[in-house]
Each structure stands twice: as C-alpha cells, then as structure tokens.
C-alpha cells in the first residue's frame, strides 16, 4: 500500500512538474510550486526509508528491541484465582484474600464479599501508628500515655499503657489519643497517599457509631465514615511493606516489631497483622485480621474477615486464627 501511494505521488509531481516545463507555472501560484516541493520531499524521504530498510541499516533486531522496551513499560496485570476455602470458615460468613508476590497472584474466597468496603476497626491502628511513627508524633521509647481513671470494659486499658501494649491489646483509649495528636490533616494526607479505600475521615468523633457513644472509644474508624475492601487492605499492606515502599526502614520494623505473631507453630515463616472487630446495636459485624506473611519464596499479603453470622461465634480471634491456617497452608502448597 506505500508503494502505491509513492508511485502516486510521484505521479502527482511529474505531472505538476510538466505542466510548469510547458509554461503553466506563469499561470500558478507561490502557493502551488511549495506544495510540489513538499510533495518531492515526502517521495524523497519515504525512498530513503525504503532504502536504508533494504540495505540493513534499520535491522530487525533494533525493531525487535524497541518492541520489547515497549512491552518492559506496560504493567502485566495479576493473575486472579478462586479458591474454596469454605472448610477453613465453617459455617460462617466471611472471604479471605491473599496475593502471591513472587507469582503476581491472587487467591480469593468469597470474590464479591471481598470486593465490598467494611468499616476497618482496629486494623486500622496500623495506619495510625505508621502515620504517628513517620511523622515523628510517636516514640516508641517514650510513648507511655497516662491512664484518665475511667473503668473501660477490657481490664488491660485500665491502666498507663506505652504503645507496644497499646497495639497488643487493641487500646481504643490511646489511639484516640493518638489520632488526635496526629491531626485531621496530616491523616487525610496519609489516606490519599496510601489509597485507603474511601478515604472517609468526615465523622472524625465517630458519633456514627450506634455500639457506642463513650468519644473515647469511637472514632471514623470504627463503623463510621471510613470503609475498606479486603482487596484495598491488601494493596495498602504492600504499599508499606512491599519492595517499593515509600517509608523509612525505621518505622517499617518498629511495626513489624508489634504486629509480629507468636502463636504459630512453623518457624520458617513470619506472620505479621493485626485484629480488628466492630458491632451494630451490640452484635459483631465485622471481625478482620490482616497482614502479610514472609516467606523464603516472597512475601503473601493477606486479609480474612468474618461478618454476621447468626447463632455463631465471631470475633477477630477467630478471623485471626483461620487467616494463620489459610497462609500456613498456603505456603506449603
């Protein structure tokens, strides 16, 4: 087909050229002896293509090569596999998630369940303190916070706590604290950069909350404004612990130091998360554990959740328990 639009355009120009040989170019414009030359210029440039193809000086190693950086530039998307899980959850409504690394691979049980934004509880105190530790509003050495007097409902907050226990134990108290102290907007910042699911901060008192009005227990994180996927929660563990990580080596340990799991059996794996539970009018509708898991071949990201579930127990204990299970397993495989 190029050759046939050379072979016109050449054409094109010994005709235009004939008519000018004959004395018709008195009759023409500047205009028109300007478009014969750019027409003799285009023939000319596609005949030295032409020729320069011909004689090798373009090979097809260089087109090769163009290509293949072409294809480099492109993100290969992540491969998406469903698993039956349903022994591991027994009966109970819930969805599990976890992306292979190494094989750029996700695993789900329970895709549309998995696909829908929950409130995050205290899995989110991962964020908070990773906010709190990287913006310098949080040392871990000296992070003791004094205990206001008040009776709270688990005996562990009954006292000053330092952050490490804090984290343990799940304090609502000196994360309220804390999140306070980090400010509106430093935190919206930190959501926008991590891409937390909806990034919803607007009910910072957490007086959406219809479990609880004690303000020093409530706050958007807790079956509130802030909502998040499972899938979400997985690409935000990445984007703090994976290999582009744009936070310092320093905070990474230090939560990795609290979010560590010591009640496993295997010792050539680690498993690092964080529980999270929330109710409605006094009934457990949310119960997460999320995390990533190092392993020999790469990390695993992972988030199981239990929601619902009449007339059975649920609680982030349980979630946390068969999340171990599934990646123990998984990694076995």
């Avoid at 907050?157 to 509106?184: H, K, M, P």
């Avoid at 409605?280 to 929601?307: K, S």
Wanted: charge should be negative; proline fraction near 1%; aromatic fraction near 10%.
């Amino acid at each position: 087909m190029k050759k046939r639009n050379n072979y016109f355009k050449l054409g094109y120009c010994i005709f235009v050229c004939a008519l000018l040989l004959m004395g018709c170019s008195k009759e023409r414009s500047t205009e028109e002896r300007i478009v014969v030359e750019d027409v003799k210029e285009e023939v000319e440039e596609e005949e030295k293509e032409r020729h320069e193809m011909e004689s090798g000086n373009v090979t097809l190693e260089e087109n090769s090569k163009d290509t293949e950086d072409d294809t480099e530039d492109m993100e290969v998307e992540p491969e998406i596999t469903h698993a039956d899980w349903s022994e591991y959850f027994n009966g109970l409504n819930g969805t599990a998630v976890i992306y292979d690394v190494s094989n750029r691979r996700y695993t789900i049980y329970n895709d549309e369940l998995a696909q829908t934004r929950r409130s995050p509880c205290s899995t989110f105190k991962i964020i908070s303190s990773l906010t709190a530790l990287e913006h310098g509003v949080l040392e871990p050495k000296e992070s003791t916070r004094t205990w206001s007097g008040e009776v709270f409902w688990n005996e562990d907050w009954n006292r000053d706590i330092d952050f490490s226990e804090a984290f343990r134990t799940s304090c609502v108290w000196y994360y309220r604290q804390l999140i306070d102290d980090i400010g509106q907007g430093r935190m919206q910042e930190e959501l926008e950069k991590l891409q937390y699911g909806n990034c919803d901060i607007s009910d910072w008192e957490g007086r959406l909350n219809t479990n609880n009005n004690n303000r020093a227990l409530t706050g958007f994180w807790i079956e509130s404004s802030l909502l998040i996927s499972h899938k979400e929660q997985k690409e935000v563990m990445e984007r703090i612990f994976g290999e582009n990580s744009e936070y310092s080596e320093e905070t990474q340990n230090e939560l990795k130091q609290v979010m560590l799991v010591t009640e496993q059996e295997r010792t050539d794996i680690s498993i690092y998360g964080k529980t999270g539970m929330g109710k409605a009018d006094g009934v457990v509708v949310d119960a997460w554990f999320t995390g990533f898991a190092e392993t020999a071949e790469g990390n695993l990201y992972f988030c199981v959740r239990l929601g619902r579930t009449d007339g059975m127990n649920v609680s982030s204990p349980l979630a946390k328990e068969i999340a171990i299970q599934i990646v123990s397993d998984y990694s076995n495989q």
